[in-house]
Nanobody
Framework: QVELVEVGGGLVRPGGSLRLSCAAS????????MGWYRQPPGMERELVAE???????NYADFVKGRFTISRDNPKNTVYLEMHSLKPEDTDVYYC???????????????WGQGTQVTVSS
């Protein structure tokens, strides 16, 4: 079993910044892609940003130029630097990780519990 723990959400004013982190622990041999998603009320969970184990990144158009995803492979941790935050960025942010566990050959996707980000004056 693998657990993802997110920290760093909170309340910030428009134009402000936040840094989210998500650490994976448990039965981990390797981690392929890691990512951040958000789920607006009544809508499907949507990709915010993702990063491969080699460091290749992909961003949703609505965060390009404002958010930066990075990871620390030895620490099994993924980060999301968020700048120039807007009220419409308010949401619960979830991290995920495609984990290959000891004794397995294929990755399994795990999700964190989510962290609330609120952008309001």
């Amino acid at each position: 079993q693998v657990e993802l723990v997110e920290v760093g959400g909170g309340l910030v004013r428009p134009g402000g910044s936040l840094r989210l982190s998500c650490a994976a622990s448990g039965n981990i041999l390797s981690i392929d892609a890691m990512g951040w998603y958000r789920q607006p009320p009544g809508m499907e969970r949507e990709l915010v940003a993702e990063i491969t184990s080699d460091g290749f990144t992909n961003y949703a158009d609505f965060v390009k130029g404002r958010f930066t995803i990075s990871r620390d492979n030895p620490k099994n941790t993924v980060y999301l630097e968020m700048h120039s935050l807007k009220p419409e960025d308010t949401d619960v942010y979830y991290c995920n990780a495609a984990v290959v566990g000891l004794g397995y050959t294929r990755p399994w996707v795990y999700w964190g519990q989510g962290t609330q980000v609120t952008v309001s004056s």
